[in-house]
């Protein structure tokens, strides 16, 4: 393990952290599909690390590319629709 790998992990770590904040500090749906695309990051860094194979490894890369397509899809989705009114 090299120190480009461990700051690559702390980096998925610390993202995936802040998606669980924005999902549930801030309440906005897309920071859950970020934690979950970073979440799986950090775990196949992990098992690569701890020398251990994962047989679903072509299923979890298939779920983060969805997850984050999805945080994204919502953002542009926001983006588009107009504000709320205010009082």
């Known amino acids: 393990?090299?120190?480009?790998?461990?700051?690559?992990?702390?980096?998925?770590?610390?993202?995936?952290?802040?998606?669980?904040?924005?999902?549930?500090g801030k309440k906005q749906a897309y920071g859950l599909f970020i934690a979950l695309t970073f979440t799986i990051y950090v775990i196949y860094d992990l098992s690569r690390f701890a020398n251990f194979s994962l047989p679903w490894h072509d299923e979890l890369f298939?779920?983060?590319?969805?997850?984050?397509?999805?945080?994204?899809l919502i953002l542009l989705i926001e983006k588009q629709s107009p504000p709320?009114?205010?009082?």
């Open 62 to 72: 298939l779920i983060a590319s969805i997850s984050i397509g999805l945080a994204v």
């Open 1 to 24: 393990m090299n120190v480009l790998n461990v700051s690559s992990l702390i980096i998925e770590a610390v993202v995936a952290t802040l998606g669980f904040w924005i999902a549930l």
């Open 84 to 87: 709320p009114p205010t009082a």
